[in-house]
């Protein structure tokens, strides 16, 4: 067994705490357990599923803060962890991640600041951390990722400006939702001919001037 490269258990009422067996399944690539009932807390022997590079836990009942091992996980590509009770801050050593396309960290209770160890990772493509209880203002640094094309934000408790880079930044992306948020000042217009955006959201905001 230890060979195994696939599991998918989605959709299967499975309920109490992730098995232990699991992660002495060191060949693992892609594990999925999304929506079902587990809970307790993500554990920390995670971090044997060194060639890991899909894990979905979306859509359960988990707590807890993340475990320090998930960001060892070198090889990771998608991680969703999605519509669970995880709380706590974002750590910086996601910056560990540098294999990372997709975070989906969306339906949380995640606090304090969006990291800005996002910034350092050059493969990420989605990003959504939206309905978290996230604060402080917008890092500038996340308008560096020049791979991105959706940043989903919307539902926290982000404020401050939009700086004005983000023209420069919405080249690559294509959705941007910020609705939702404490956002406030002048709506930018440094949006460019080359702009790539096709969905923007900033509704709910205290953002005021004419649109770009």
């Excluded at 560096?144 to 004005?164: H, K, M, R």
């Amino acid at each position: 067994m230890k060979s195994l490269k696939w599991i998918y258990f989605g959709h299967s009422h499975l309920s109490g705490e992730i098995p232990q067996e699991i992660v002495h399944l060191v060949s693992m690539d892609h594990l999925d357990l999304g929506s079902n009932n587990l809970s307790g807390e993500i554990t920390s022997s995670f971090g044997n599923l060194s060639n890991l590079r899909h894990l979905f836990l979306f859509n359960n009942k988990l707590t807890g803060l993340l475990p320090r091992s998930i960001f060892g996980l070198k090889k990771l590509v998608e991680l969703d962890l999605s519509y669970n009770h995880l709380f706590g801050e974002i750590s910086e050593h996601l910056n560990e991640l540098q294999s990372l396309e997709t975070l989906h960290l969306f339906n949380n209770h995640f606090t304090d600041k969006i990291p800005n160890a996002l910034a350092s990772l050059p493969r990420l493509q989605q990003v959504d951390l939206s309905s978290n209880n996230l604060t402080r203002d917008f890092p500038s640094l996340i308008y560096n990722i020049s791979s991105i094309e959706v940043l989903d934000l919307a539902y926290n408790n982000l404020s401050g400006i939009i700086p004005p880079c983000l023209g420069n930044f919405s080249k690559s992306v294509s959705v941007l939702d910020l609705r939702m948020n404490h956002f406030h000042g002048t709506i930018l217009e440094t949006f460019g001919e080359d702009c790539g955006l096709r969905n923007v959201n900033f509704n709910g905001n205290k953002l005021k001037g004419s649109l770009p």
